[in-house]
């Protein structure tokens, strides 16, 4: 096997490995989390039960009612019977054991009845028991959801990885170029999977935040409640997301990933001019567009690319600020040119190029400011159409988007 195959697998099976690392330690986290939550509810009802003066039984309905997810009541009797004091799936439709009775009175236990369920026990006398149980079908089914999003996040990173690390060594013949391209690119892959397991852990943080403060049963406002799961909702998308972006990437490192086919670019460019003269009618606006310029690419990924520069435009710089748009063939290739009278980028950031994770603008937070994949994607874009994406300073004294495409010859 040759040494680039040897190096590129050996990469893929790293990022993989840390991915599935991270991944695995943050959906046990957050199962043990949801545990816990369900655990304080159930012994909180037990010792309630065990310790009422009034009668457990009546006790027992006021609290299946109360229960800030569905719980149900399970008699045991003298005999061993067992008598379902609520409609619940959750409810044992068997008496437990001997040792599983005498664990569930120290501690809360998981058992099939025969769906999963954790139970509680509470004890009334000397051989009769009220059982508190609930259904882990939730945690299960949320566990499920979260191994698909790692294994996808993971796929991602492998693709990623390979696709970078053997593009790199082919292009690379002599053993010491090889050795140094290497160092270069073990410290660029590890920032990487820094930054995106950085990312990944955000949104997870915040969710166990949540969890934790729910658990304590505290929150009893439900508008308060629905703001806490709406939080936590928006977080998971932000993670979804994230993996997509990830994704995109991925399939946009692969020639073949997407059909293309002969896109007149002056049109488009036109419309979204139109669009923010419509948007923005104070904005200054002067334009240079030559017709009929057509290039070869995929449409819809060319359009995601041409709107989101013009979405940072709206985004990131005053209404006022002057924009000019410029759109010519020189000799082979198609040259389109966006510039704004913004505040521009940091002079560090023109020099370094488009990197992942990058924001620029610091005083955006990371809900309104995205992955920070968007520059990525719009470089991976340019690439599979076999132009370029550059960053420059702008005349105006905002930042100016240089793009270079093959013209169409097929025309």
Known sequence: MKLQTRLTITVTLIIAFIAVAIGGFAILRSESVELNRLDSVLVDYSTQLATTEDDPLMLSQFLVDDSPFP?????????????????????????????????SIAHPISLDA?????????????RDYLLVSTSLEPVISNRADQ???????????????????????????????????LEQRQKYMQEFLG??????????????????????????DSAQLERYYSRMGTEIERMEGLIRDLLLI??????????????????ALQHQITDLEHL??????????????SIVCSPDLMVRLLSNVFSNIRRHTPIEA???????????EVVLIIEDGGPGLPADAYSAGIQFFQRFDQSRSRESGGSGLGMSIMRGIADSAGGTIELHPSTLGGLAVHMTFPINTNK
Do not use: C, W
Request: net charge negative; charged share 20%.
């Open 71 to 103: 719980v149900a009541m399970t008699y045991l009797t003298p005999d061993g019977d067992v008598v379902q004091l609520s409609d619940s799936e959750s409810g044992l439709q068997e008496a437990p054991t001997k040792q599983e009775l005498i664990e």
């Open 114 to 126: 025969p769906s999963p369920v954790r139970m509680s026990a509470a004890p009334l006398g000397d």
């Open 147 to 181: 191994i698909k999003l790692l294994s996808l996040f993971t796929l991602g990173m492998m693709l990623l990885g390979f696709l970078v690390t053997f593009v790199f060594f082919r292009r690379d013949s002599q053993l010491a170029n090889l050795v140094t391209a």
């Open 195 to 220: 930054d995106a397991s950085h990312e990944l852990r955000t949104p997870l943080t915040v969710i166990k935040g949540y969890v934790e403060l729910l658990s304590t049963n505290n929150v009893t």
């Open 250 to 267: 991925a399939e946009l490192s692969e020639d073949s990933s997407r059909e293309q086919e002969e896109f007149n670019l002056s049109s």
């Open 280 to 293: 923005e009618p104070a904005r200054p606006i002067s334009q240079s567009v030559e017709s009929d310029v």
């Open 322 to 332: 002057p924009v000019n748009i410029s759109l010519k063939k020189i000799r082979t």
